[in-house]
């Protein structure tokens, strides 16, 4: 290649990076602050709709905020660059964009601040960052839910105290597979910010076989008064973990049914804030993936007495 071409390529390639970054530096520069959001219009009535948890001799009761069908009740999140957002089959599908993709829900009027919990499922179809990230009200703020970002395995709670969810103490590392639903449990509270996850991390022992594996899910199961086979045992747990060959000896990340608590992070007297640029469009609740492809079904609400 001849010297003064080479020259003009460089250029136009430090020129298309300057652009991108001038205009991701202006998006964040336009990013409102929470005042400016309007997001609260508080209606009691409405938010008298919500099912409150009950004490525990009737049973558990939700809203759903999804209907499965459409996007009633929800909007594309104006993000530059967005992919495609789409229903079907019940579920929401978010198609990897040039960032980020995501939808933010409109019925303001029934969300409350606090003494709340969402649940939904998730599952990663491809990318290597953040699939299902779940913006949601803390008070008068709001704060976000990472699962799987920074590379696609960290998870946590955007910001506390200037400190993103790759940084702070509700900071854990997993492993999502490609393809496989995880249910989050979300609750916020004046005190305290905790989150649970299904399927549940098991820790791997030195020495560990597929045997051995299969044998202590098999205790386990047969302690909560259900008894299994090895055969389906081993079924179950390659179902969440389709390399589980590979898994046990690199002591990797191996799943097990059940729900197990991730997050369990005082917040009283900490500062909770979302990061300053284009992720407070999903405020005051939203989903959104990073150059990632991820599904959402089943998003329902309940508060707390």
């Not at 209907?67 to 089959?89: F, H, P, Q, S």
């Not at 305290?192 to 399927?199: A, D, G, H, I, R």
Request: aromatic share 10%; glycine share 8%; charged share 25%.
């Amino acid at each position: 290649m001849k010297p003064f071409l080479s020259s003009i390529l460089c250029l136009a390639c430090l020129a298309g990076f300057g652009c991108a970054k001038f205009q991701s530096s202006e998006r964040n520069r336009a990013a409102k602050k929470y005042d400016e959001l309007g997001l609260w219009s508080e209606n009691k009535n409405e938010q008298g709709k919500i099912p409150e948890l009950p004490d525990g001799s009737k049973p558990i009761s939700w809203i759903k905020l999804f209907n499965g069908k459409d996007l009633t009740g929800w909007k594309e999140t104006d993000y530059a660059g967005r992919g495609n957002v789409k229903v079907k089959n019940g579920e929401l599908h978010i198609e990897n964009g040039l960032v980020i993709t995501g939808v933010t829900f409109t019925n303001k009027t029934i969300l409350p601040k606090t003494n709340y919990e969402v649940e939904y499922e998730a599952k990663k179809v491809n990318g290597t960052d953040f699939f299902g990230l779940l913006t949601f009200p803390v008070g008068d703020s709001h704060a976000s839910l990472v699962t799987g970002g920074w590379g696609g395995a960290v998870t946590g709670i955007s910001s506390i105290n200037s400190m993103d969810a790759s940084e702070n103490d509700t900071t854990v590392y997993l492993k999502f597979n490609k393809n496989q639903w995880y249910k989050f449990r979300l609750r916020v509270t004046p005190d305290n910010l905790s989150v649970w996850m299904t399927p549940r991390e098991y820790l791997v022992p030195l020495k560990a076989t597929v045997a051995s594996i299969v044998k202590a899910y098999q205790d386990e199961a047969a302690k909560n008064g259900t008894k299994l086979t090895a055969e389906a045992a081993e079924k179950t747990l390659r179902q969440l973990n389709p390399e589980l060959e590979k898994n046990i000896p690199a002591r990797d990340t191996i799943y097990f049914p059940g729900e197990s608590q991730i997050i369990d992070e005082p917040i009283k007297d900490k500062v909770i804030e979302m990061r300053v640029g284009e992720i407070e469009l999903s405020a005051p609740l939203g989903f959104a993936t990073f150059q990632s492809y991820g599904v959402i079904r089943n998003v329902r609400l309940r508060k707390l007495k």
